[in-house]
């Protein structure tokens, strides 16, 4: 395949390289657009990794924007378009201590989510005491817990536009849709090894480009051969640097590895109770749940009646390039010591729960936790998602794609605009977000 000519080549098929796959081919249909991929499907890697629950309620409002019409079009996709991505409105559960609940942030997080429409509610400690009996308030007299740094429960911050969905049936959508309209079939099994940076325009000399030159990528170096062409779409997630590092662009973006641990409810009365909850949702199920110690959180996993808990510590652990197949091994010491003992304590009915499966992957990290989508040297970044990828997907690949065409705005689902440039590195114009997992 050595030398052949494309218009785009997108590098990477998780959820943010077919997403936007699909809508670049959609809005200009006339052009060659090559998808590769280095494992043998699309959405394989960290897509595959995710909890895969959405949510609205983010503190920054560009957070909120790029999340609130992704979870619209999900929902659209699966009411209006009939293309099932198993979205459960589970809602979210922010479960805070009083101390957490009088924050700033936290007064600035609810404020902000008025003022953008986003529906939530605040239970107080009675109420959810009477909606979760088997949750754990109250810790006076206990040592492990005072030990533990455990904060009493006093308020619940719920969503009810959040929820789980499928990952791989989202990439499913995107992929399919894409390959029904583009004339070029994506290519598995093929790993880019290095980005071609040119001079702009080229004088043909050797060396180049020169210092004094303007550059642009011209293609790609990959295992089976180079490939060619005008625009180079980078959705590698945590792997950014690997591509962008050597021709001198710096990504901002830190890998970290995250881990998810799964826990059967079946034939265990407690926990299919918990299951169970009444009263948040018209599904009749505990919401994603979060702790508001040490970062614990889990969430319902229906088809397979059980939780799927994990964990967003935020000091003590590396940050690092995601490079090999270790960095995705998970560790059953972390769920036994960190995630446990704070589960267990909230919730007594996870005592003796052990993990029935388990795995690890990548949060590519900005340092404000916000997107990065921008076109530097004809390479259009759409990584940077910070651990909430799934869900600001939809929203991140029109933006990709309202930059590859040159508009000064991108149009989100349900017609909000915003400037194409709001997550460049260069023009960057977004509030620090505070609320990730
Ligand atoms: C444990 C965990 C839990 C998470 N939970 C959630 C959640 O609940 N909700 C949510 O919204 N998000 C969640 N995320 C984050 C979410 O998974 C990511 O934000 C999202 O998958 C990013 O999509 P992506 O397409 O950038 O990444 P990826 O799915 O990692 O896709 C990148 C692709 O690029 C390919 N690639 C890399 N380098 C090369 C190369 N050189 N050549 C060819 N191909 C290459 C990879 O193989 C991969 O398929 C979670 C992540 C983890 C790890």
Same mark, same amino acid.
């Given at each position: 395949?050595?030398?052949?000519?494309?218009?785009?080549?997108?590098?990477?098929?998780g959820?943010?390289?077919?997403?936007?796959?699909?809508?670049?081919?959609?809005?200009?249909?006339?052009?060659?657009?090559?998808?590769?991929?280095?494992?043998?499907?699309?959405?394989?890697?960290?897509?595959a990794?995710?909890?895969?629950?959405?949510?609205?309620?983010?503190?920054s409002?560009?957070n909120?924007?790029?999340?609130?019409? =992704? *979870? +619209?079009?999900?929902e659209?996709?699966?009411e209006?378009?009939?293309?099932d991505? !198993?979205? /459960?409105?589970?809602?979210? $559960?922010?479960?805070?201590?009083?101390?957490?609940?009088?924050?700033?942030?936290?007064?600035?997080?609810m404020?902000?989510?008025?003022?953008?429409?986003?529906?939530?509610?605040?239970?107080?400690?009675?109420?959810?005491?009477?909606?979760?009996? =088997? *949750? +754990?308030?109250?810790?006076?007299?206990?040592?492990?817990?005072?030990?533990?740094? !455990?904060? /009493?429960?006093?308020?619940? $911050?719920?969503?009810?536009?959040?929820?789980?969905?499928?990952?791989?049936?989202?990439?499913?959508?995107?992929?399919?849709?894409?390959?029904?309209?583009?004339?070029?079939?994506?290519?598995?099994?093929?790993?880019?090894?290095?980005?071609?940076?040119?001079?702009?325009?080229?004088?043909?000399?050797?060396?180049?480009?020169?210092?004094?030159?303007?550059?642009?990528?011209?293609?790609?170096?990959?295992?089976?051969?180079?490939?060619?062409?005008?625009?180079?779409?980078?959705?590698?997630?945590?792997?950014?640097?690997q591509l962008?590092?050597?021709?001198?662009?710096?990504?901002?973006?830190?890998?970290?590895?995250?881990?998810?641990?799964?826990?059967?409810?079946?034939?265990?009365k407690?926990?299919?109770?918990?299951?169970?909850?009444?009263?948040?949702?018209?599904?009749?199920c505990?919401?994603f749940?979060?702790?508001?110690?040490?970062?614990?959180?889990?969430?319902?996993?229906?088809?397979?009646?059980?939780?799927?808990?994990?964990?967003?510590?935020?000091?003590?652990?590396?940050?690092?390039?995601?490079?090999?197949?270790?960095?995705?091994?998970?560790?059953?010491?972390?769920?036994?010591?960190?995630?446990?003992?704070?589960?267990?304590?909230?919730f007594?009915a996870?005592?003796?729960?052990?993990?029935?499966?388990?795995?690890?992957?990548?949060?590519?990290?900005?340092?404000?936790?916000?997107?990065?989508?921008?076109?530097?040297?004809?390479?259009?970044?759409?990584?940077?998602?910070?651990?909430?990828?799934?869900?600001?997907?939809?929203?991140?690949?029109?933006?990709?794609?309202?930059?590859?065409?040159?508009?000064?705005?991108?149009?989100?689902?349900?017609?909000?605009?915003?400037?194409?440039?709001?997550?460049?590195?260069?023009?960057?114009?977004?509030?620090?977000?505070?609320?990730?997992?």
């Amino acid at each position: 395949m050595s030398g052949e000519t494309f218009d785009v080549i997108i590098v990477g098929a998780g959820v943010l390289g077919v997403a936007t796959a699909y809508y670049l081919q959609k809005n200009s249909p006339e052009k060659k657009i090559l998808l590769v991929e280095r494992t043998l499907a699309a959405g394989q890697a960290n897509t595959a990794m995710s909890a895969a629950a959405v949510r609205n309620m983010f503190a920054s409002s560009t957070n909120q924007l790029l999340a609130d019409t =992704s *979870l +619209n079009y999900f929902e659209h996709v699966q009411e209006k378009l009939g293309y099932d991505l !198993l979205f /459960e409105k589970t809602g979210y $559960l922010w479960l805070l201590s009083e101390e957490q609940f009088n924050q700033d942030t936290v007064k600035v997080w609810m404020e902000r989510m008025k003022k953008s429409k986003i529906r939530y509610k605040v239970y107080k400690k009675e109420e959810l005491k009477k909606m979760i009996p =088997s *949750l +754990n308030m109250d810790f006076a007299g206990d040592p492990e817990a005072e030990l533990m740094n !455990l904060q /009493e429960v006093s308020f619940g $911050l719920f969503g009810e536009d959040c929820g789980v969905l499928d990952a791989t049936r989202l990439v499913e959508y995107y992929f399919e849709e894409f390959t029904k309209i583009s004339n070029v079939k994506p290519r598995f099994g093929v790993e880019v090894e290095k980005i071609l940076l040119d001079a702009d325009p080229t004088l043909d000399l050797p060396g180049e480009p020169y210092a004094w030159q303007k550059k642009k990528a011209n293609g790609v170096i990959t295992d089976k051969g180079t490939i060619i062409a005008d625009v180079v779409v980078l959705a590698t997630g945590a792997w950014a640097n690997q591509l962008l590092d050597p021709i001198g662009i710096d990504s901002m973006t830190k890998g970290k590895k995250r881990q998810i641990f799964v826990l059967h409810a079946e034939d265990k009365k407690e926990l299919e109770k918990l299951l169970d909850t009444k009263g948040f949702n018209e599904i009749g199920c505990i919401p994603f749940t979060i702790l508001p110690s040490a970062g614990v959180f889990f969430r319902p996993q229906l088809q397979e009646r059980g939780f799927w808990t994990g964990c967003g510590d935020k000091v003590g652990r590396e940050y690092k390039y995601i490079q090999t197949d270790e960095d995705m091994v998970p560790e059953s010491s972390y769920y036994e010591n960190s995630i446990y003992p704070v589960l267990s304590k909230f919730f007594p009915a996870f005592q003796g729960a052990r993990p029935v499966n388990s795995w690890a992957g990548g949060y590519c990290y900005s340092p404000d936790r916000i997107p990065f989508v921008y076109f530097e040297c004809g390479v259009l970044v759409v990584n940077g998602a910070s651990g909430s990828g799934i869900m600001k997907a939809d929203a991140m690949a029109r933006i990709a794609d309202a930059l590859y065409r040159g508009e000064p705005e991108a149009e989100l689902f349900g017609g909000t605009k915003i400037p194409s440039n709001t997550l460049s590195i260069k023009d960057r114009d977004v509030e620090v977000e505070s609320v990730v997992l």
